[in-house]
C-alpha cells in the first residue's frame, strides 16, 4: 500500500511565485540548533527562506512553488535530529500576537511623547522660581500640548475601550478612572495653557500613560508566550489521519481536511481522529481518554469508533460520520460552555479593587472642591486642586500592582514546569483549599511500564524489548521502552491481534497473548487486577510481563506535601472501582469515588463549591475537560488531550507531580504579593492626597509620587522570582 | 532665547527620528524573536545564503 503525506492544506502562498510553511519543531534550544536548522534547510536547492524562532520554537520556510514537497523538510529536520510538525497559527493565538503588538507600539508612542513632554517640563519647573518669562512658558505648554495629545489619544486606545466597554455594560473596571483621570488631566491643561497658567499636567498625563502600557504589555506578552507554546504542543501531537485516497493509496492528512463520508485507516497503536463506522476490520480499543474505562471494547464492522480512543490490536477501515467537530466532542463541549461561563462571573482582583477605589477617589475630588468654595476660594482655583488629587491619586502602580506580579510569577511558575493559560488563574489558584485529581494519566503516568521486570532475566528482558520494537501495540511499546532497547530484530513478523516472532540463533522467539507463546498456564496465575499480560517465549522457555500504568514517581510525597498545607485532597475517576482503591490506598486518600461519569463530576465540585469550597481540579481526557471548566481552577498534564489542556488554567509538564504543589506555593506567594502591592499603591497615594488636598501640588510632585509608587511595586513584584521552596 | 527656534525642531526631530526608528524596527519582526537575537549574536558567521531578516 503506497502512503503519502499530503501537508497542503498547512501550505500558503508567499506572493510572487512562492509558497510558505511554518514548522513546528521539538528540541531547538540554543544557537547551535538554530545555524544548524538553517543551514540544513537552506542547502535544499530553491529554498528561499528558514528562520527559526527560538522564542516560539518554529522555522519559517519559503520556497519556489511546486518545486518542493513540504513533507521533504520534515524528512530533513529529522535527518538533522529535530522532529517537526506543519503548524497553523489557532485564531485565538493569533488575536494575541496582534495585540501585543498593538501594545508595543502604544507603548514606543507614548515612552517617546513621555521623553520629550519631559524634555520640556524640566525647563519650566526650573523656570518657574527663575526668571523664566511668561511667553516662553506659554511656548513650551503649547508644544506640550501638541505632542502630548495626539500621543495620548493613540497610545490611549488600549484603556479607552476596555474603559467604553465597562461602563457600557453598566460595570466600572481598572480602566474606567485610569481613562477619567487622562482625560481630565489633559483637558485641564489646555485650559490652563490657554489661561497662561503656571502649572500644566501634559507630562503627569502622558507618563502615566506610559506606565500603565508597561504593565499591560507584560501582562499581554506572558500571555502569547503560553499560548505558543500550548500551540506548539497541539501541532506536535500532530493530529492526522490515514484517509483513502485511491482503492489502495493512503495520505497522511490533517484531521481539519477530513470530512464525513472519507474513508480512513487505523493502524494498531493508532489514536483515532474523528468520529466514524467501522467498514472492515476486526480490533480491540481504548476509550478510557472519553469514558475512562479503561477495559478494552471490541471494535468490528458497523461499531462506532470515536475520536480520541485508542486502536489496540488490528487495522480498521473507518468511514467518517464527523470530523473535528466530532459528535460526542460537541457534547462535551456544550457541558464546557456551560462551565465556562459560570466560572467567568469571577472578578479579577485588579477589578475589585478598582471597584472600592473609584468612588473613593471620586468623591475625594468632589469633597475638595466643594471644601474649596466653602473656604472661600475661587471655582477655577476650587477644580484645578480637585483635578489635581484626581490625578494624583490615578491608579498608577495600582495598574502595575497585578501584571507585574503575574509576569514574575508565571516565570517561576515556568522553570518549575508550569505553563499558565490565564492570568488570574493565580489569584483563583492561590485561593484553592480542596484538589481533586483524576486518576488515569494524573496521577498514574500517562505510558505504560512494565511492573515485574526485576523479576525477568535482564539477557530475556532485553531480547522481549528488541522484539517489541518491531510492533506497533501500545503495550509493546512500553515493553520496548522499559527494556531501552533500540536495535529491532531483524526478520520479525507481527501477527495483528496476537504479537511478534522471530527466529535467533535458531531458537523461535515470540512475544503476545499468553496464547499466542503457549504460556496460557503462567498467565492464569493472575498478577494483578489493574495490568495488562504479555507473554514471552524463548524456545521452551516461558516469562509473563505485567504491563500498566505505573504511579507518578513522586506522588506519595506530593499528596503528604498538599496533606501539609491542610488542603483537601479526593479522588474523583470513571476507572473500576479495584484500580481506584489501589491508587487511593497506596497515596493515602482516605476520600475516592470511582466510576464516576463526567456529569457526577461536575455534581460532586457543584456540591463542594456550595460548601464554600475553592476547588482545584487536576485531571486529564476529554471526559475531564467539562469538570475542569467548572472547578475554581484547574491543572492538566501536558500529555493530556487536547481539549482538556484548553480548558485548564495550567498545564504542567514532564512525569513528576510536584508541579502541582511548586504552582499552588507560587500563586500564593503571588497573591500575597499582589494584596501587598495593592497596599502600597493605595498607601503611597494616600500620603500624596493631603498634600493635593492643601492645594500646592505641582506637577513635579504629581511626578515623584507616581514613578515613585510605580517603581516601588515594580521591586516588590521582583520578589515574586524567588523560587518556590523544595517541596519533594 | 533665539536658539530655541533651532533647538526645540531639532529636539523634536530627533524624537521623531528615534520613534520612526522604533515603528520600524517592530513592523520588520525584530522583536518576534527576542530569545533567538540574543543568540543569533554570538553564531559563528558564515555566508547564510539567503539568510535574508524575516520579511512578509
Request: glycine fraction near 8%; include cysteine.
Amino acid at each position: 500500500m503506497l502512503v503519502t503525506r499530503d501537508f497542503s492544506h498547512y501550505v500558503r502562498a508567499a506572493g510572487a511565485g512562492f509558497q510558505h510553511i511554518d514548522l513546528a519543531v521539538e528540541g531547538v534550544h540554543c544557537a547551535g540548533c538554530m545555524a544548524k536548522i538553517e543551514r540544513g534547510l537552506s542547502a535544499i536547492p530553491d529554498v528561499t527562506l528558514a528562520r527559526v524562532n527560538l522564542t516560539d520554537r518554529r522555522v519559517a520556510l519559503e520556497w519556489k512553488e511546486g518545486t518542493l514537497d513540504p513533507a521533504s523538510f520534515i524528512d530533513r529536520l529529522g535527518e538533522l535530529g529535530y522532529k517537526a510538525y506543519p503548524y497553523e497559527t489557532e485564531s485565538a493565538e493569533a488575536t494575541e500576537v496582534a495585540e501585543s503588538r498593538f501594545l508595543l507600539r502604544c507603548l514606543g508612542v507614548a515612552a517617546f511623547a513621555t521623553m520629550n513632554v519631559m524634555m520640556l517640563s524640566i525647563p519650566v519647573w526650573s523656570g518657574n522660581v527663575s526668571d523664566m518669562l511668561p511667553e516662553q512658558r506659554d511656548f513650551f505648554h503649547w508644544l506640550s500640548a501638541l505632542i502630548a495629545l495626539p500621543a495620548a489619544a493613540y497610545a490611549g486606545r488600549p484603556f479607552f475601550r476596555s474603559a467604553w466597554r465597562a461602563l457600557s455594560n453598566k460595570t466600572t473596571n481598572m480602566d474606567v478612572p485610569i481613562s477619567i483621570g487622562v482625560c481630565l488631566a489633559l483637558g485641564m491643561s489646555v485650559v490652563e495653557t490657554v489661561n497662561h497658567a503656571e502649572h500644566a499636567y501634559f507630562d503627569a498625563a502622558i507618563m502615566l500613560l506610559t506606565f500603565l502600557l508597561v504593565g499591560r504589555f507584560l501582562d499581554q506578552n506572558m500571555r502569547r508566550r503560553t499560548r505558543a507554546v500550548a500551540g506548539n504542543l497541539a501541532a506536535l501531537k500532530a493530529e492526522t489521519a490515514a484517509k483513502f485516497v485511491g482503492p489502495d493509496e493512503i495520505s497522511q492528512v490533517p484531521v481539519a481536511a477530513i470530512h464525513p463520508g472519507d474513508i480512513v485507516l487505523l493502524r494498531p497503536g493508532e489514536r483515532c481522529a474523528v468520529d466514524g463506522t467501522v467498514i472492515e476490520g476486526r480490533s480491540e480499543i481504548d476509550q478510557s481518554l472519553i469514558t475512562g474505562e479503561t477495559l478494552y471494547v471490541t471494535a468490528e464492522q458497523g461499531a462506532p469508533v470515536y475520536a480520541g480512543s485508542m486502536n489496540i490490536s488490528g487495522t480498521l477501515r473507518v468511514r467518517v460520520s464527523a470530523a473535528s467537530e466530532a459528535t460526542l466532542l460537541a457534547e462535551i463541549t456544550r457541558l464546557l460552555d456551560n462551565a465556562l461561563q459560570a466560572r467567568s462571573r469571577y472578578m479579577r482582583l485588579a477589578d475589585r479593587a478598582a471597584r472600592l477605589y473609584a468612588p473613593v477617589v471620586h468623591a475625594t475630588a468632589l469633597i475638595t472642591i466643594l471644601g474649596w468654595v466653602i473656604a472661600g476660594a475661587g471655582w477655577h482655583d476650587a477644580v484645578v486642586t480637585g483635578v489635581a488629587v484626581l490625578i494624583i491619586t490615578c491608579p498608577c502602580a495600582l495598574g502595575l500592582a497585578i501584571p507585574t506580579v503575574q509576569t514574575v510569577a508565571s516565570g517561576a511558575m515556568f522553570r518549575s514546569g508550569v505553563l499558565l493559560n490565564s492570568g488570574h488563574a493565580i489569584e483563583r489558584l492561590a485561593e484553592a483549599d480542596h484538589v481533586i485529581f483524576d486518576k488515569t494519566g494524573t496521577l498514574t503516568l500517562p505510558d505504560l511500564d512494565v511492573t515485574n521486570a526485576a523479576d525477568i532475566p535482564a539477557d530475556i528482558f532485553e531480547l522481549a524489548g528488541r522484539l517489541a520494537l518491531s510492533s506497533h501495540h501500545p503495550v509493546a511499546a512500553a515493553v520496548a521502552q522499559a527494556a531501552g532497547t533500540r536495535s529491532p530484530i531483524v526478520g520479525a513478523v507481527e501477527e495483528a491481534g496476537q504479537g511478534v516472532r522471530a527466529v535467533v540463533d535458531g531458537v523461535q522467539i515470540r512475544l503476545g497473548r499468553p496464547s499466542f507463546c503457549g504460556a496460557e498456564a503462567l498467565a492464569v496465575a493472575g498478577l494483578d487486577p489493574e495490568a495488562s499480560v504479555v507473554a514471552f517465549s524463548k524456545g521452551a522457555e516461558k516469562f509473563i510481563l505485567s504491563v500498566r500504568q505505573g504511579l507518578r514517581p513522586d506522588a506519595q510525597a506530593v499528596i503528604a506535601a498538599l496533606k501539609d498545607r491542610h488542603i483537601g485532597i479526593e479522588i474523583l475517576s470513571g476507572d473500576r472501582e479495584p484500580a481506584v482503591i489501589a491508587a487511593a490506598h497506596a497515596l493515602g486518600i482516605a476520600e475516592w469515588r470511582a466510576g464516576v461519569t463526567p456529569a457526577d463530576k461536575i455534581a460532586r465540585i457543584e456540591e463542594l463549591k456550595g460548601r464554600g469550597a475553592k476547588v482545584l481540579m487536576v485531571g486529564d481526557g476529554m471526559n475531564d475537560a467539562p469538570s475542569l471548566a467548572a472547578a475554581h481552577v484547574s491543572m492538566s498534564p501536558i500529555s493530556a488531550a487536547h481539549l482538556s489542556q484548553a480548558t485548564a488554567d495550567l498545564v504542567f509538564l514532564g512525569r513528576p507531580l510536584a508541579p502541582v504543589v511548586a504552582a499552588i506555593d507560587s500563586a500564593r506567594k503571588a497573591l500575597h504579593l499582589m494584596r501587598q502591592n495593592l497596599w502600597l499603591a493605595i498607601g503611597y497615594n494616600v500620603l500624596a492626597v493631603p498634600v493635593a488636598i492643601s492645594g500646592v501640588v505641582t506637577p513635579l510632585i504629581a511626578a515623584a509620587a507616581m514613578s515613585g509608587s510605580s517603581i516601588l511595586v515594580m521591586l516588590n513584584s521582583l520578589r515574586a522570582r524567588s523560587r518556590a521552596r523544595e517541596v519533594v | 532665547m533665539e536658539i530655541l527656534v533651532f533647538l526645540v525642531p531639532l529636539a523634536l526631530m530627533l524624537g521623531l527620528a528615534g520613534l520612526a526608528a522604533f515603528l520600524w524596527s517592530l513592523r520588520s519582526g525584530q522583536y518576534d524573536d527576542l530569545d533567538g537575537a540574543a543568540w543569533r549574536a554570538i553564531a559563528d558567521d558564515e555566508p547564510p545564503p539567503q539568510d535574508a531578516p524575516a520579511k512578509r
